[in-house]
Structures are given as structure tokens and as C-alpha cells.
């Protein structure tokens, strides 16, 4: 490992910024509950200083998910982007997930 990927361990796990395709494929429906303010994170920080949020799990399991305040700053303004995210009362979930998606590649390969 290099020391430009920024790596910390959290509960023994490595906890990285992740990737712009590992964004695209868990983050779409972080963004799509800010975009609806449906989310409230709770702010921590671990040993080594790196600050986290918890947030409650978007697939509904139950379990926390927990993401780098770096990260959600990120998908915060991928939210922000999106606006009134359904511009046609009839579209359909994957249209949003679809637009959601690419405005996390862009942002996350900046």
C-alpha cells in the first residue's frame, strides 16, 4: 500500500475513501434518502481522529452503515444536484437510481 490512499483501521477493518465504482454501487440509495431527507447520521470519530458517520441501514437490515464524513460530503452534494429528484411523477426507480449513479462517478473521480 502507498501512502496516498489514506488508509485507517476501524474496528479492525480497513477504512478507506472509497472508489468512484464502489460509490456507484453502494451509495445510490444513501443519496436517494438525503435527496428525500430521509436519513439523520450520527457523527463519530475513532482512535486515530478519522471522523465517521453511522447511518441506519439502506436496505433495511437493521445493522448500521457507516461511511467517511469525506464520503457523505460527497454523496450530500450528489443530493443537492439531484434537487427535486422526480422530475415526472411517473418515473420509474431505476431512472433515479440511474441519474443518482452517474452523478456518483463524476463526483467520485474528481
Do not use: W
Not at 1 to 26: H, I
Not at 87 to 99: A, D, H, K, L, V
Amino acid at each position: 500500500m502507498d501512502g496516498t490512499t489514506k488508509d485507517n483501521f476501524f474496528r479492525g477493518r480497513l477504512f478507506r475513501p472509497a472508489s468512484a465504482e464502489q460509490a456507484a454501487e453502494e451509495y445510490i440509495p444513501i443519496v436517494y434518502m438525503l435527496a428525500s431527507r430521509n436519513i439523520r447520521p450520527t457523527c463519530h470519530s475513532d482512535a486515530s481522529g478519522v471522523i465517521y458517520y453511522s447511518l441506519p441501514d439502506p436496505n433495511g437490515l437493521g445493522k448500521p452503515f457507516f461511511i467517511r464524513k469525506e464520503d457523505l460530503d460527497k454523496c450530500s452534494s450528489v443530493a443537492k444536484k439531484m434537487g427535486d429528484f422526480r422530475i415526472f411523477p411517473s418515473e420509474p426507480q431505476s431512472s433515479i437510481s440511474g441519474r443518482i449513479r452517474a452523478l456518483l462517478l463524476v463526483e467520485f473521480s474528481i
